[in-house]
T-cell receptor, first 110, second 113 residues
Framework: SQQGEEDPQALSIQEGENATMNCSYKTSINNLQWYRQNSGRGLVHLILIRSNEREKHSGRLRVTLDTSKKSSSLLITASRAADTASYFCATDANAGKSTFGDGTTLTVKP | DGGITQSPKYLFRKEGQNVTLSCEQNLNHDAMYWYRQDPGQGLRLIYYSQIVNDFQKGDIAEGYSVSREKKESFPLTVTSAQKNPTAFYLC????????????FGPGTRLLVL
């Protein structure tokens, strides 16, 4: 089974609303990363949060990490149609190698 | 421009044929990776390399082979032993440690004729 699992699998919102997606993992990690993938393209790195950090911000993105619950969340505020993409979390628990979940597909309707 | 490139964008394979996917980076990164992505799913690690002339199997290495003769290049061969090769293949690189930020190429879509 995947180390990281995103929830929900799909999310559809209106432009201007906030989008929240979650990632749960099973074993201890050193860091957790969020990536974005537009359809048919490569992944783009968004944020890396280390195990001793609880929250990080980057523009309209906010990532939280709760190591006691083995979970992370990605919040996108004031969403735009251009945010439509799949979002993946990746953890480094597999002997230091990144393990990706199946992703959350976000659709932002204009 | 610094970056990671993959070619070709689309590749067609006939039954029994080996095909090679190219991956080149000019970021001076030590580590390189190959992932397979099936529709609606996440990435699964095929092979990775942390240094020139060395590479390790990932979670789904069967039917694939790689080489790392140069720091900039990490080609992936999909052999005839891979019975279900149709997928989107992504190459990535990172500065050093395998758990750190990875930079991805645009991907190659492999289709079987």
């Amino acid at each position: 089974s995947q180390q990281g699992e995103e929830d929900p699998q799909a999310l559809s919102i209106q432009e201007g609303e906030n989008a929240t997606m979650n990632c749960s993992y099973k074993t201890s990690i050193n860091n957790l990363q969020w990536y974005r993938q537009n359809s048919g393209r490569g992944l783009v790195h968004l944020i890396l949060i280390r195990s001793n950090e609880r929250e990080k911000h980057s523009g309209r993105l906010r990532v939280t990490l709760d190591t006691s619950k083995k979970s992370s969340s990605l919040l996108i505020t004031a969403s735009r149609a251009a945010d439509t993409a799949s979002y993946f979390c990746a953890t480094d628990a597999n002997a230091g190698k990144s393990t990706f979940g199946d992703g959350t597909t976000l659709t932002v309707k204009p | 421009d610094g970056g990671i490139t993959q070619s070709p964008k689309y590749l067609f394979r006939k039954e029994g044929q080996n095909v090679t996917l190219s991956c080149e980076q000019n970021l001076n990164h030590d580590a390189m990776y190959w992932y397979r992505q099936d529709p609606g799913q996440g990435l699964r690690l095929i092979y990775y390399s942390q240094i020139v002339n060395d590479f390790q199997k990932g979670d789904i290495a069967e039917g694939y082979s790689v080489s790392r003769e140069k720091k900039e290049s990490f080609p992936l061969t999909v052999t005839s032993a891979q019975k279900n090769p149709t997928a989107f293949y992504l190459c990535a690189s990172s500065i050093g440690q395998t758990g750190e930020t990875q930079y991805f190429g645009p991907g190659t879509r492999l289709l079987v004729l």
